[in-house]
């Protein structure tokens, strides 16, 4: 087996590769992310309030952080190479969860959540080393795989996690989580390759003009980092409340309320593994736009039944299909950017299309909570289906290039 991908083409094995590295990121974050709350409770005798405000700032503050820095990072990456900026994230997150293990206080964790968004960029620099070295008539299967490596990595990860922190308690995941992801420093230092042929010299990148007049298409390319905005927004604002809409569905049969809750909250994942690399193929061959306004369609007859279900099990049924919106939407969006910006242009393009992804990482928890306390938690689902309805109505207009 070894000996096939030795003699794969430097592209082909970049995708191998890169797959184990995105599920080795999405197993670290699984690991820890989902009993965040829980560790801070441990550090003082805090009011359930003060534990929630505390676990959002932790949150915020990465993904804030990521919005900031990304364009940043990606202007470096168009001139370094994105092997760099791998080496840079997965070393960088390698430390910051090892120090979050001997946090002794609250601040501590914010403020090192706050870096972890400073070396952020590990999924998006993957992606756009893809989208750069792939054929482009690859490009929508690739990308498709490479999402398939972090769904798969963040549904095991809990299930790790929750048996460590069980078993050790919650400082372990922290410390296992630092040292897979120095292995994925390792793996990316001494295996990844890339093509630095298109990279582009710091002197010529002062002279050259901005990533979006490098672009045929700027409108359409901005209309795209709305819809990841969009996808990310919609999907993370259902989080804060799912797991007591679960609650509200059982009353007053509250029996293993935590494990159907869970797999309430992993069926998304469940069908994006299965059929992204699936959609992928399907995207190089019809074109990824008609996969795009086909998820949109599958997100919004999701969500709003799930505003009327009375059965958890309908609910989870649902979430599967939510599961064909991100196996379809987040690969077919940057296999259209990839396709539409030039190599040189790659890196700072795709950087900021993770800046828009982190908005909607940081307002979703946001707008999901203000609309359950405003009306109920069905609501919320109503309002996700809506945001869906009206992007799909925006992304006619602005692809339509695509359709000529």
Partial sequence: MFQKIKKLPNWRKNIYLLWVGTFIIGVGSGEVLPFLSLFIETLGNYSRQAINF????????????????????????DRVGRKPMLIRAALGMAIVYTLTGFSTQVWH????????GLFNGYLSNANALIAKDTPKVFSGQALGIVVTGYTSGALIGPLIG?????SFGYRIPFFITGVIYFLLTDITVFFVTEDKSSLVS????VKQESAFKMVKYPKMIFGLFITSMIVNLVTNSI????????????????????????????????????FAPRFGRLGDKIGSDKLVIGGFIIGIAAMVPMSFVSNVWILF????????????????????????????ATGRIFSYNQSFMAMGNVFGPLVGSLVANIFDYRAVFIA????????????????RPLRR
């Fill in 384 to 399: 996700s289906a809506l945001i869906m309805f009206f992007n799909l109505s925006s992304f006619f207009n602005f692809s």
């Fill in 202 to 205: 710091k002197k010529d990148l």
């Fill in 317 to 344: 049924c649902l979430r599967l299909m939510i599961g064909l919106t991100n196996a379809t939407m987040n690969p077919a969006i940057q296999a259209i950017m990839a396709r539409q910006t030039p190599q040189e």
């Fill in 54 to 77: 505390y676990a959002g700032a932790a949150f915020s503050s990465t993904f804030l952080m990521t919005a900031i820095v990304s364009p940043i990072w990606g202007k470096l990456a």
């Fill in 239 to 274: 989080n804060p409340i799912l797991a007591q809409y679960v609650r509200q569905l059982m009353e007053p049969h509250l029996n293993n309320l935590s494990l159907i809750a869970g797999l309430v909250a992993a069926a998304p994942g469940i069908t994006a593994v299965i």
């Fill in 162 to 166: 929750g048996f460590l922190a069980n």
């Fill in 109 to 116: 964790i914010i403020a090192l959540r706050a870096l972890m």
